[in-house]
Structures are given as structure tokens and as C-alpha cells.
């Protein structure tokens, strides 16, 4: 087995492993002690969040799905094997946001980004068929002014030909680039057809606490 399959491996292996919710933060004051690992998953509304953590640990109801965007309005924090933490951030960019929502939001989570100790990296999802939009790219430079290390990842990348997806990787990468705090990587996803999610699972497990 190669150094990859390997990685793979180790990674399949932690998210077969007991997950559970711990619970859900609206407010600085409820976020958990900073003991584990942790993975932050960011991203639009109804860019595939819930779903993603869902396929990564192999359940289809660990994290709420729902078809109505902008439903999250609390961090929810699911803990897997005793060795990573993973927070599941509100969606930004819901267009029936007013102001004082997207401020908020702002608020709490570059409070949350700028003051965990144990946040490995950040995930920023970006629905593969819109590529990346004003709101991703704000959320890149207050992440960049955060120096929060960030992975982006494309999800729903079923819904596109190869060829189109592979014009959007490389229109996103170009921007990454730009990026200080961005991981060189960029992932493609799919919940529903399984594309990415063992190279996803692969970079996670290797940030988890040993």
C-alpha cells in the first residue's frame, strides 16, 4: 500500500468511528472547551455543509439537512473517536439575511476563528456549478486576516460534465493563490456520488489529535 492508500486508509478508519453531536453555539459564551483537534466547515447557504459531514462520517443524519437556506444559525459541534472535533458553521451570503444577521454572523464567527487555539484548519465549501462568488471571497480575506489555515473545497461536483469541472478548479485555484492562509490543495467533492471524499478524509485524519 502506497504513502496515498495509506492515508486514505487511516482515514476511513477514523470516520467509521463513533461521531456525536455535542452541541450547538449561538453565542461565544457556548462554544466548548478547546481540548480536541478541530475542523471548522464554512460556506453559502445551502452549499452542501450538512451534507458533506454527513458523507464524511458515513451517516445520513448527523448533521440536519435542510432545503431551506440560511436555517443554521448556531456553530454545531460534532465529536468524532475522541480525537477531532468538528464545527459546522452558520451559512453566509442568504440573500433574505438582513444586516444585523450577516453582521452577527460575522461577529460570531470571526470571533470564533480569530480565538480557538486547537482549530487545525477551516473548510470552505464552494458549490461547484457557481464557482467562487463575493461573499467566498470575503470569507477568504477575513479568514487570511484571521491566519486561520483554510482548505477549499468544491462540493455537488456530480452536477457538472469533467470538463466543466475542471474549468471551475481552475478558475478557483487561480484565486486561491492569492490567498495567504489557503492550503494549496482543492478538493472536489460529491455526497452523493462519493468523488473527493476519501482524499477529504484522508487531509482531516491527519490533523486529528493522536
Known amino acids: 500500500m502506497d504513502a496515498v492508500e495509506e492515508a486514505k486508509e487511516k482515514g476511513r ?3 467509521a468511528k463513533p461521531c456525536e453531536f455535542v452541541l450547538g453555539a449561538a453565542t461565544l459564551d457556548g462554544i466548548p472547551q ?3 483537534s478541530e475542523i471548522a466547515f464554512a ?3 445551502n452549499v452542501g455543509k450538512s451534507s458533506l459531514v454527513n458523507a464524511l462520517t458515513g451517516r445520513k443524519t448527523l448533521a440536519r439537512v435542510s432545503d431551506t437556506p440560511g436555517r443554521t444559525r448556531e456553530i454545531n459541534f460534532f465529536r468524532l473517536d475522541n480525537r477531532l472535533m468538528l464545527a459546522d ?8 439575511a438582513s444586516k444585523s444577521d450577516s453582521a452577527r454572523w460575522t461577529e460570531l464567527v470571526f470571533a470564533y476563528l480569530r480565538g ?9 465549501l ?15 480575506e477575513l479568514l487570511d486576516r484571521a491566519a486561520v489555515s483554510y482548505q477549499l473545497v468544491l462540493t455537488k461536483a456530480d452536477k457538472l460534465k469533467p470538463n466543466e469541472l475542471i474549468a471551475v478548479q481552475s478558475r478557483v485555484a487561480a484565486e486561491s493563490v492569492r490567498h495567504g492562509a489557503a492550503h494549496p490543495d482543492l478538493i472536489a ?4 456520488s462519493g468523488q473527493g471524499i476519501p482524499e477529504l478524509r484522508a487531509e482531516l485524519a491527519a490533523l486529528a489529535s493522536t
Open 13 to 15: 478508519l477514523l470516520f
Open 34 to 36: 478547546a481540548e480536541l
Open 43 to 45: 460556506g453559502r447557504s
Open 89 to 96: 458553521l452558520p451559512g453566509y451570503g442568504f440573500a433574505r
Open 116 to 124: 480557538r487555539p486547537n482549530l487545525r484548519r477551516a473548510i470552505l
Open 126 to 140: 464552494i458549490d461547484s456549478r457557481r464557482g467562487l462568488l463575493k461573499n467566498d471571497i470575503e470569507v477568504m
Open 189 to 192: 467533492t460529491s455526497s452523493v
